[in-house]
């Protein structure tokens, strides 16, 4: 991966601070690293968090629908899925009798906006205000312009 994005890289023309950006990508989708949480914008964390696993699916679905073919059972056989993610097999039997009744997203939290932790409560605020009392753009000018009229400050 690092080899097609170093050639990718280098046919777009991309600049020293681009080709770093996109040796930062290949490494998560390579390796899953927590370095994510150095990108300062979150752009990256985004992509980690919600574009891999989008992209993922979306393109497995695209392959299969454009008939791509593939092995018949990931799950069996040899090198499969299971061996990888669940090396125990003792495990196994215990998670197959949860299927059904044990929803792990419900012990979870559930992110409403595409914003970091610490504004999400400002954007669910921001949502009520807009909704409740129909603002507008325009009515936000007003405001704004009748506060500094005033002498307030936001």
Known sequence: M????AAAASLA????RQISNA?????????GLGS?????????????FGGIGARNGITSALFAQHGFT??????SGEHNFLEVFCPSRK?????????????EISVTST????????IQAAADAMITLVRDHKLTPTTLKKLMFTSR???RKW
């Open 2 to 5: 690092f080899g097609a994005t």
């Open 13 to 16: 023309g991309l600049t020293p």
């Open 23 to 31: 040796l930062a990508y290949t490494g998560h989708q390579a390796s």
């Open 36 to 48: 994510w949480a150095r990108d300062s914008e979150h752009i990256e964390k985004a992509f980690v």
């Open 70 to 75: 593939g092995e018949e059972d990931i799950f």
């Open 91 to 103: 495990e196994l039997p215990k998670w197959l009798d949860n299927l059904g009744s044990n929803y």
């Open 111 to 118: 992110k409403k906006f595409s914003v970091g932790a610490p």
């Open 149 to 151: 009229r005033e002498g």
